[in-house]
């Protein structure tokens, strides 16, 4: 759910730019470009894949592949919560904890209840024995009404094992 919501404001995001840009340009792009941020998501979608059929290494590279370009976007479009959000959770799925709390802390500088920073923060502190820390995330996601909620409450109650 998370992920529609972010695809559906980038690419509202996206038109305002592209409708901005157009008045001036002679560009004969016809709008396949992809973005990195774009291309970033579409490598964490198959990252997630990979790892739900135990399939580590290429996840690995997927995420090593996403947090590249998700690197570039955040150079390009700075204080993007968004970004920094995937920026947290490529380092975090490739094992750096403490460079993704540091981008998911950024994030919730910019949005402070931004679901899915609450949520992969969340996971963060569960996997780093920071129950507390993990319960005040869901705490913010309390009045959310969304799956961001439910998912950290397995976590934190044990019913669901965090993939890190």
Do not use: W
């Not at 709008?31 to 998501?41: E, Q």
């Not at 931004?114 to 507390?132: C, F, P």
């Not at 969304?146 to 934190?156: R, T």
């Amino acid at each position: 759910m998370i992920i529609k919501k972010l695809f559906y404001t980038f690419v509202i995001y996206l038109f305002l730019i592209a409708n901005s840009l157009s008045a001036g340009s002679s560009s004969s792009d016809n709008g396949t470009n992809k973005s990195d941020y774009d291309k970033a998501v579409t490598d964490i979608k198959l990252a997630k894949k990979y790892e739900k059929k135990g399939k580590s290494d290429k996840a690995n590279k997927k995420y090593e592949k996403a947090l590249k370009l998700l690197l570039k976007s955040n150079i390009e479009n700075p204080n993007s919560a968004d970004t920094l959000n995937y920026l947290g959770f490529t380092t975090r799925k490739l094992g750096d904890f403490s460079q993704g709390e540091k981008y998911y802390l950024e994030g919730l500088a910019i949005n402070p209840n931004h679901t899915g920073i609450n949520e992969y923060l969340g996971e963060l502190y569960v996997v780093t024995n920071r129950i507390n820390l993990a319960k005040e995330r869901l705490e913010v996601l309390k009045s959310c009404n969304c799956e961001e909620y439910n998912e950290l409450k397995e976590i934190i109650d044990g019913k669901k094992k965090s993939k890190y």
